[in-house]
């Protein structure tokens, strides 16, 4: 199972990003996905996470973060809206996934995208 993460990039503050995070690979079900991410000198955090279609958000990004998934095509999304200075940081993509009906659910990471809000 791989995860690919992408859409990161620069952007202003008050700005939008959109991230896309596909898994690929001999996948039965995936359990949950989410979005965590890392700033320099600080420990990884979950941003956004969502499980059969429930959602939950780290405060600092309610009401800005918005995160999908489309079942069909084993993607997921967070769509970044009011970005500001402190969201920079490298975002990465977990996938819970299951690889057979008997088996038991692994963690899965993407390689990271880095998100840069400055002026």
């Known amino acids: 199972v791989q995860l690919q993460a992408s859409g990161g990039g620069l952007v202003e503050p008050g700005g939008s990003l959109r991230l896309s995070c596909a898994a690929s690979?001999?996948?039965?079900?995936?359990?949950?996905m989410s979005w965590y991410r890392q700033a320099p000198g600080k420990q990884r955090e979950l941003v956004a996470v969502?499980?059969?279609?429930?959602?939950n958000y780290a405060d600092s990004v309610k009401d800005r973060f918005t995160i999908s998934r489309d079942n069909a095509k084993n993607t997921m999304h967070l769509q970044m809206n009011s970005l500001k200075l402190e969201d920079t940081a490298v975002y990465y993509c977990?996938?819970?996934?299951?690889?057979?009906?008997?088996?038991?659910?692994?963690?899965?990471w993407g390689q990271g995208t880095q998100v840069t809000v400055s002026s």
């Open positions: 969502i499980i059969r279609g429930n959602t």
């Open positions: 690979g001999r996948i039965f079900i995936i359990d949950a």
């Open positions: 977990n996938a819970k996934i299951r690889q057979s009906i008997y088996g038991t659910t692994s963690d899965y």
